[in-house]
């Protein structure tokens, strides 16, 4: 125990004196066999299913000379399941120099590092794959500390120049952690589906200034190396993606009276921080009025950070360090809406999460549209309903370039493994928003849809949350029948259009809502029949066979029998076209038996098969 401890010490010091070089690092074994993706979010390898991180701690440096991020970082967790022997993390833009796993009775820890393995992704990153020593129970804890050193790879930080800053005296560096690149920070369980609460004690050479999306604790000057530690907590647990951090010239000004709760950071200067804090002299009126239309706001203070002109956003709603552009800065305060959005965000994405970045209209969409509710308060309908016009056509735009019909067009895009960013647009902002919308309209009035967010935000507060569930309203039966049997046909052909995006699940759910599988139109029966073929439903297989038999219309038999055929069924539609062709008119045999015929190997038939079949046609 003794040795490891002394060893973290000299890495860590290592790091603050500049002179671990990279190829000093011991490598981690590479594999090929890549980890199952996290089940709760497809932009993760973290094995979230079985192990999740409640609490972790990083003791780091901050290194301008080489820049790069050093130190340990502990994940306190617990097993999920009974039997955990392993667990995956995710980590990009680094070097692992050690995994160790502590006992939970001495407190002694073991090394694990010769036995980890690493497997690479372009889009993902890499997942760090550790057998643990132990074997775990469910419910019972564990503790990881894993050593690393970040490198020029990582996506999150951005190291500035001086002469890249706004007061070009000092060095700069900030983090863009969202969607997936905290890993790049430090190895964690880089999921929205994790939340976790953190402390984290971070040094750099003064005169730099730390400041982390957490609350601060008074700093430590160790003079004997010119370096200051900055102590921060965070006890509401955040998803990893809003880990922040910014090490540079900076300095604080708070902004209205005692009992205002807002700040602003930013380089020091009459030109900078005062004018910063001159243009957003209205943020906590902002936060009140949001605070008001919402539930109480849960964070303390707001704080926001005008980073240098590179930051590649208007704004990033880090808890407790808001990172802003200083484009929203233009002397007449039109651009500070930018403000209550990120406000707004401290109730839906920072309290209540999307589970996975194909949810990311569950923190944007309602973020949007709590924005513009306080906008209409502040400023009148007609400014919200500008902001909503100008939406419209950004979300239009975006969708033009991806294509229509793509997924990223959607208001639930599917990664399938693709990097969150490649879908970042608009349209889970305003196609999130307009869907808000839409039901409100369907409410009795605007309050009650008020009622309804709140209610959901108390409901949800501190969670990750997806669409999902395995029954609908207990009214839906009566909007379904409501519904007219056309729009059905429109939207089977819809799902069929897109069908190589559509699951099982996703299918079983929608029978059970709208029955398609026992519908009577035929024209249902038409798509969705090759739609459950072709995803492997097979509880609608039966009657599938039925709609092929009863009926003798081509229309409607082909294009079962073509999805037969496509997707490895062949033997079944032979089968089905033996039992029914002397029901169907010649020219339905003609048709069907080409189908069933075409193209097909030998091996997919024995002879006697052939032979009959030969008897029978021919």
Known sequence: MKHILIGSCIVVAAYCNGFLQQDDVPSIKQTTVAPPVCINDLSSYANCDAVTTYHFHLDAFVDFTQSAIGGNQTLNMTSLKDGLNQVVIDYQGMQIISVLEQDQTTGAFTDLTSACTHYDDANLGSALIIPLKNTYLKD???????????????????????????????????????????????????????????????????????KLSGREREPTVNANDNTTTYHFYQDIKIPSYLFAI???????????????????ISEPGVEFLE??????SELDELLNATEAWMTPYIWGNYTILILPPSFPFGGMENPL??????????????????????????????????????????????????????????????FALREAQLGNVSLWEDMRVFGLNTTYSALYPVMNGANPDDSFSNVPYEKGFQFLTYIEQQMKTPADFRRFIQDYVLAHAQ?????????????????????????????????????????????????????CTGEPNPEIGQRWFPLTIQVGYGKALAKAQYYVSYQGRLKYLQPVYRALVDNGMRDTAYQWFLLNQNFYHPIAVDSIRAIVLQSHSPSQYTLERISYAMQRFW
């Open 140 to 210: 019972s804890n564990l503790t990881l500390r894993l050593q690393y050193l970040t490198n020029l790879n990582g996506k999150a930080m951005s190291w500035l120049t001086e002469a890249q800053t706004a007061t070009k005296i000092m060095k700069y560096m900030f983090t863009q952690c969202e969607p997936i690149y905290c890993r790049s920070v430090a190895p964690f369980q880089d999921t929205p589906s994790i939340k976790s609460s953190y402390s984290a004690n971070i040094t750099a050479k003064n005169p730099y200034v730390v």
């Open 246 to 264: 910014a090490v540079g010239n900076l300095a604080v000004q708070h902004i209205g009276d005692q009992y205002s709760r807002s700040s602003v």
């Open 275 to 280: 004018r910063y804090a001159n243009e957003l």
């Open 321 to 382: 360090l808001t990172f802003a552009s200083p484009t929203i800065i233009v002397g007449d305060k039109s651009q500070v809406y930018v403000a209550t959005h990120e406000i707004a965000h401290s109730w839906t994405g920072n309290d209540v999460t999307c589970r996975d970045w194909s949810n990311l209209w569950l923190n944007e969409g309602f973020t949007v549209f709590e924005e513009r509710k306080v906008s209409a308060e502040r400023h009148g309908i007609d």
């Open 463 to 515: 969670t990750s949350i997806t669409l999902g569930g395995d029954s609908s309203p207990p009214n839906f039966q009566d909007y379904i029948k409501a519904t007219d049997p056309q729009l059905k046909v429109i939207f089977l052909n819809r799902l069929l259009a897109r069908s190589t995006e559509v699951s099982v699940k996703v299918v079983a759910k929608i029978d059970a809502d709208l029955n």
